[in-house]
């Protein structure tokens, strides 16, 4: 398995776990929690979506 597909692997799971975590928080009604968890996931997309970019440019994936 190529080292780029085990990187976006992760960042699947990580955008994964922050959807999950902002479903929790309003379910917890933590409305502070769920705004974290929509930076998070703001965040791990833009990454993730970065780093493909890279790999693509690069002839990984």
Not at 19 to 46: D, E, H, P, Q, R
Request: charged share 15%.
């Amino acid at each position: 398995m190529n080292i780029a597909k085990v990187v976006m692997f992760i960042f699947a799971v990580a955008a994964m776990l922050s959807m999950i975590s902002i479903g929790y928080a309003i379910a917890a009604k933590t409305f502070l929690g769920a705004i974290a968890g929509l930076i998070a996931l703001c965040a791990v997309m833009f990454i993730g979506f970065k780093m493909k970019r890279k790999f693509r440019e690069q002839g990984l994936l």
